[in-house]
Structures are given as structure tokens and as C-alpha cells.
Nanobody, 120 residues
Framework: QVQLVESGGGLVQAGGSLRLSCAASGRTYAMGWFRQAPGNEREFVAAVSWSDGGTQYAGSVEGRFTISLEPAKNTVHLQMNSLKPEDTAVYYC????????????????WGQGTQVLVSS
């Protein structure tokens, strides 16, 4: 079993930036981020593979968000730039012992979430 702890959420004005972090209790094959806004389904945001560093992004965040690895701490970061009000959501870290495709379908492990609020 893998424990995930998110941090870095908060309140920011439109156009600003935040960096989310997710620390895992152990190494997994793939890690990523999902988000859920009130009234919406949970949606995929970004993911990265520990094996080769390959990344995937949702079209809505492509060019604005960057996912990266910090191997020494088993940690994944999500740098969010040019934030928009529609980015407001609870962001959840996810991990899986399988490749990215499996994580995007149904991740094995989930963090408790961190709130991101973008004001206009």
C-alpha cells in the first residue's frame, strides 16, 4: 500500500502561479494529478512515468501546467502557470504500479486532495 500526501494548494489571482507537490511513501510506476470542481466529475490533469519520464497532459492545461519528478523524495510536482478561474478545483494526487494508461483509467492510490482557488 502506498500513501500519498499533497501540498501547495491555496488562493491565487487569475494569471498567477502555484506549485503542487505529492510525496509518496514508496516508489510507484506512474503518478499524476486529477481535479474535481463542484458539480463536475473528476478529470485527468497530468501524469508522469517513473520509468522513462514520459508525460501526458489534458488539453485544457497543455502549455500552462508542467509535471516533474523529484526522485530523492519520491515526490511529483505540478507547476501551474497562467491560472484561470476554471482551474478552481480540489486537486488529487494519484499513483499506480502500472503504466500511465492504467492510472488514467482507475488509479490504485489516491491522496486526500488539496484545494486550488483562482479568483478573477
Amino acid at each position: 500500500q502506498v500513501q500519498l500526501v499533497e501540498s501547495g494548494g491555496g488562493l491565487v489571482q487569475a494569471g498567477g502561479s502555484l506549485r503542487l507537490s505529492c510525496a509518496a511513501s514508496g516508489r510507484t510506476y506512474a503518478m499524476g494529478w486529477f481535479r474535481q470542481a463542484p458539480g463536475n466529475e473528476r478529470e485527468f490533469v497530468a501524469a508522469v512515468s517513473w520509468s522513462d519520464g514520459g508525460t501526458q497532459y489534458a488539453g485544457s492545461v497543455e502549455g500552462r501546467f508542467t509535471i516533474s519528478l523529484e526522485p530523492a523524495k519520491n515526490t511529483v510536482h505540478l507547476q501551474m502557470n497562467s491560472l484561470k478561474p476554471e482551474d478552481t478545483a480540489v486537486y488529487y494526487c494519484a499513483a499506480d504500479s502500472r503504466p500511465l494508461t492504467a492510472l488514467r483509467r482507475r488509479a490504485e492510490y489516491w491522496g486526500q486532495g488539496t484545494q486550488v482557488l483562482v479568483s478573477s
